[in-house]
């Protein structure tokens, strides 16, 4: 069965940063791309960026140059450093495999001083 | 990003047929189709369709997805209890080289 496992959100402060993981089980990440969308309070589903199998990211234009995607293929593992996190990033961050089957039970991140 | 568009509820009675539709432009809905997802209050979405609308396993065939030009549409026949849920779609957007998203659309069941 496949799975994933988001962990590492919590509250930090605006300018801050936090390093969130995305362990996936039953599958490689390598053997299909691989998302984050993240869902702010009370909101719709906003796709955050993308890794696909040779390793080239992509990123919505509200994280670009603030967030960055990399993965350890010998531990399945996907990681999203958000730096100078702002109010506007508090939000259920969630990974997702391929055309989003499946999803994590996501990771809140609360930005907030 | 510019999202896709999807009217904000629908509310259709029990065991009855609800159409939810989702309007892109050629470079997302109308080039490569959409992906169809459900969401319960406090869970994680959940894939219903793929882009091509074929069924991931397990989903009940009471679902079923098409599109027409830039346009995708979920039908739900025999609408349950069940199926009183946030329903969004999504498409890979060739121009902006990133995954849009519809606002969602709340369907009830009464």
């Known amino acids: 069965e496949m799975q994933l496992v988001e962990s590492g959100g919590g509250l930090i402060q605006p300018g801050g940063s936090l390093r969130l993981s995305c362990a996936a089980s039953g599958f490689s990440v390598t053997s299909s791309f691989m998302n984050w969308v993240r869902q702010a309070p009370g909101k719709g589903l906003e796709w955050v960026s993308i890794i696909f199998n040779d390793g080239t990211t992509y990123y919505a234009d509200s994280v670009k140059g603030r967030f960055t995607l990399s993965r350890d293929t010998s531990r399945d593992t996907l990681f999203l450093q958000m730096n100078s996190l702002r109010a506007e990033d508090t939000a259920v961050y969630y990974c997702?495999?391929?055309?989003?089957?499946?999803w994590g039970q996501g990771t809140r991140v609360i930005v907030s001083s | 990003q510019a999202g896709l568009t999807q009217p904000p509820s629908v509310s259709k009675d029990l065991r009855q047929t609800a159409t939810l539709t989702c309007t892109g432009n050629?470079?997302?809905?109308?080039?490569?189709?959409v992906a169809w997802l459900q969401q319960h209050q406090g869970h994680p979405p959940k894939v219903l369709s793929y882009r091509n609308n074929n069924r991931p396993s397990g989903i009940s065939e009471r679902f079923s997805a098409s599109r027409s030009g830039n346009t995708a549409s979920l039908t739900i026949t025999g609408l349950q209890p069940e199926d009183e849920a946030d329903y969004y779609c999504?498409?890979?957007?060739?121009?902006?080289?990133?995954?849009?998203f519809g606002g969602g659309t709340k369907l009830t069941v009464l």
């Open positions: 999504s498409a890979w957007d060739t121009s902006l080289i990133a995954w849009v």
């Open positions: 050629s470079n997302n809905v109308g080039n490569e189709g």
């Open positions: 997702t495999r391929g055309e989003f089957d499946p």
